[in-house]
């Protein structure tokens, strides 16, 4: 085995989500020159919302991102958003993307969309790579610096970066509660999970603001990260920043930890996991909530709540990309299984707000 073995790959593009490459070599022509001539488009197999296609030429590699086919969230898709954040942050966050490119002219490809440079490296999606052959204790360091790369994220100073008017970080945790149950009913499709009691409990026990205005991601996962191929320890990439904003950082962790899977999970949560959380080694809640609290300062005193709220975050967003299927908006068969994991996490909320769960 070599390192290359372990690299992210893009392959073949799904059917409906095609993209005119006539049209791309002409447009791009005067941003990558003669390269654009002898591009070919390959599509990222990752990702339920923004889509990611691999731009090659030669010896040289670009990104593509574009809004999913189908959408009916435009604002969680607005690549003008993932665009001035990340040309923000490339000076002062080294885990970003750098950004080539925005195009605005729907006569492209039928939407906006952006360049940026490509980052080869390892990609941990819901199985944990046999081929890496980590012992407990690397397994462990190498999800540390996972949460490490966040809480280097939240301490980004807003001003150095030209952030500090991005976002509206006062009542910031109300908002998200608000516009989150908003999602929700817009989403619904007859034969949805009843989050009317998630819903109350959240809105009835929302802790006051932190009181730190930070970037945050707010799709901080394992799958949308990169590591080092040679060296799979070491962080050096994080990617998908449709949803990122300046707000509550607290929030931000409850949306990385509704991913977050532990042994001591009931088995139905463990069944329908998305990263392997729970594999030797792995830091439980716990462990990474007093690294995070030592790393940024921030008491996290609310757990049940952000965690509750980052886990109907993805029943909602799941819920959506289902309504996308229900209504034939995709051909996607991935999608069809959304609503049984909506009611997965409906389940896990309410087991927290009976206090069954471990944080």
């Avoid at 954040?85 to 195009?103: E, N, Q, R, W």
């Avoid at 009931?266 to 007093?290: V, W």
């Avoid at 790393?295 to 799941?318: E, H, K, Q």
Wanted: glycine content about 8%.
């Amino acid at each position: 085995m070599t390192d290359t073995d372990l690299v992210d790959r893009a392959g073949s593009i799904r059917e409906g989500e095609e993209l005119d490459l006539d049209a791309l070599k002409q447009h791009l022509e005067p941003i990558l020159g003669s390269q654009a001539n002898d591009l070919s488009l390959q599509q990222f197999p990752g990702g339920h919302s923004n889509l990611t296609y691999l731009l090659r030429s030669g010896d040289e590699r670009w990104v593509l991102r574009r809004p999913p086919f189908g959408s009916k969230v435009k604002s969680a898709h607005d690549m003008s958003r993932e665009y001035r954040i990340l040309s923000a942050l490339k000076d002062v966050y080294t885990y970003g993307p750098v950004p080539l490119h925005f195009c605005t002219d729907h006569a492209v490809i039928g939407c906006d969309f952006y360049l940026m440079n490509y980052i080869q490296g390892l990609v941990i999606r819901r199985e944990y790579p046999s081929e890496l052959k980590l012992t407990p204790e690397q397994v462990r360091q190498q999800l540390l610096n996972f949460f490490d790369g966040l809480s280097e994220l939240h301490s980004v100073d807003l001003v150095a970066a030209g952030l500090d008017d991005f976002g509206r970080p006062e009542g910031y945790v109300q908002r998200q509660v608000e516009g989150w149950s908003r999602r929700w009913q817009d989403a619904l499709t007859p034969d949805t999970v009843n989050c009317d009691a998630v819903i109350e409990w959240l809105r009835a026990n929302m802790p006051a603001e932190s009181g730190r205005a930070s970037v945050i991601h707010n799709d901080y996962k394992l799958d949308n990260v990169i590591f080092d191929a040679q060296d799979p320890l070491r962080l050096i990439g994080v990617l998908d920043w449709e949803m990122a904003t300046v707000g509550d950082p607290l929030m931000d962790l409850g949306c990385t930890l509704g991913y977050w899977v532990q042994t001591s999970d009931p088995d139905f949560f463990r069944q329908a996991r998305t990263m392997p959380s729970d594999i030797p080694g792995a830091p439980d809640r716990a462990e990474i909530i007093d690294r995070f609290q030592a790393a940024t300062g921030l008491p996290v005193d609310n757990f049940p709540f952000y965690f509750c709220f980052g886990l109907f975050r993805l029943c909602v967003i799941g819920q959506q990309i289902y309504y996308r299927y229900y209504h034939g908006l995709t051909k996607d068969q991935r999608f069809k299984g959304f609503l049984t994991k909506a009611h997965v996490l409906q389940q896990m909320c309410e087991l927290i707000i009976r206090g069954d769960i471990e944080s």
